[in-house]
């Protein structure tokens, strides 16, 4: 355990999150905290809407600059381009979009994992149920994630839904870069759900390859609800399937109004991930959004936050296995999420207690008796020991 990560004076940091001056925020994965920054990003893009007049000649543009600059952002936080980014308000919103863009048959099967988020979840039961489209859920084995899939494959297998860390325990796919290598191999769609990965590990989008990647911009990226994205592969651009879920003045290159209404017309997409976008996005919240990746951009140039990430994650699970009321449920592949159980109280109770009694904010995972921390950047070992020392 290196011990200087702890040293590390981040008090600057705190200080732009005001509600870590009266709570203890343990659920980034969850919900992250909005810094100050961010919220007065917002205030402000809403203020040019208010004095510019959103349908001016410089409130328009204003739009697009901002919608632009996250994108810009964005890429830039996940190494890719702009093109491959379609902004959503959530991470469910980018999985429907990739999972509703093939023409699936009842022939067709769909694998996913027995631990992934109702967000990934329901969609497939809805294509099951639209499509008679074979659904298999899996067991995955956290030392070698690869073997499972792997192991699972048939020659109806058309995609692979994935969650690049699981929302139940924490544990990773440590190795998704050679999984998604091999499904690309055998053209199987991958379709990863980042929701617990991007701000809590580094992920870097070209060298991970893979066809959808969706996550949120409320959690780990502590920007606010109703932000998120959904990452296309460029190599999908000019092919059909994948279909748009909503098509409409995002979608298109510029027509003449007088072609519109010819059907004879074959319009033209867009030719970048625009295609999968709706209109009509609130520019605000994607500007806070934008905000708060530059507080978290600007975080890593004063000391590498996922280390940091990596490092508390693993020292409150050291101690919690010296509890022997409490069994670990997070493996040592892990990102900032870690899961337990207390064999004397209830995961209800316990978050209830901890929340009522000392404003200690974790999560239950309802339907396992699990209890969740999320550990980010600004968290502070001291804060750790405190929640330790709650825990009978």
């Known amino acids: 355990m290196q011990k200087e990560i702890y ?3 981040i008090q600057d940091i705190r200080a732009n999150i005001p509600i870590l001056k009266d709570v203890i925020s343990f659920n980034s994965g969850m919900d992250g905290p909005l810094p100050t920054t961010t919220i007065k990003a917002i205030n402000d893009s809403f203020n040019k809407q208010y004095t510019l007049g959103p349908f001016t000649q410089v409130g328009i543009k204003t739009f697009y600059d901002e919608i632009l600059e996250t994108k810009n952002k964005l890429a830039s936080f996940l190494s890719c381009n702009p093109e491959n980014i379609s902004l959503t308000p959530n991470t469910t919103f980018g999985m429907n979009i ?6 699936w048959t ?7 994992t027995k631990h992934e988020h109702p967000g990934a979840l329901f969609p497939l039961y809805n294509l099951k149920e639209r499509y008679s489209t074979k659904i298999k859920l899996i067991e995955t084995d956290t030392q070698n994630p690869l073997k499972s899939i792997i192991n699972s494959l048939s020659p109806n297998t058309k995609a692979i839904v994935l969650s690049h860390v699981f929302y139940e325990t924490g544990n990773t796919i440590h190795n998704l870069q050679e999984i998604l290598t091999v499904l690309r191999e055998k053209n199987i769609i991958s379709i990863i759900d980042g929701a617990q990965a991007v701000g809590a590990i580094k992920v870097n989008l070209k060298e991970l390859n893979p066809d959808f990647y969706a996550a949120p911009g409320h959690k780990w990226l502590m920007g606010p609800y109703g932000t998120g994205f959904l990452y296309i592969n460029e190599i999908l651009f000019s ?4 279909w748009p879920s909503i098509v409409g003045f995002n979608s298109a290159l510029f027509s003449n109004k007088d072609r519109l209404y010819d059907f004879n017309f074959k319009w033209k997409p867009n030719e970048n991930a625009s295609l999968f976008e709706f209109g009509g996005l609130n520019s605000s919240i994607f500007k806070g959004l934008g905000t708060s990746i530059d507080f978290i951009t600007g975080s890593l140039k004063q000391f590498n936050i996922y280390n940091r990430i990596h490092q508390l994650t693993a020292y409150l699970i050291e101690r919690l296995n010296q509890n022997p009321n409490i069994t670990i449920h997070t493996s040592k592949n892990h990102a900032g999420l870690v899961s337990w159980q207390h064999k ?3 995961a209800h109770t316990l978050v209830n207690k901890l929340w009522e009694e000392k404003k200690i904010a974790i999560r239950e995972i309802q339907g396992l008796n699990l209890s969740r921390a999320s550990i980010h950047f ?3 070992k001291e804060e750790i020991d405190f929640l330790l020392s709650q825990l009978p």
Do not use: G, Q, V, Y
Not at 106 to 112: A, K, M, N
Not at 239 to 242: D, S
């Open 7 to 9: 040293d590390i004076d």
């Open 98 to 103: 990739a999972l509703n863009a093939f023409n």
């Open 106 to 112: 009842s022939e067709d099967e769909i694998i996913s």
């Open 239 to 242: 092919k059909r399937p994948p």
């Open 344 to 346: 004397n109280i209830h």
């Open 378 to 380: 600004f968290n502070t």
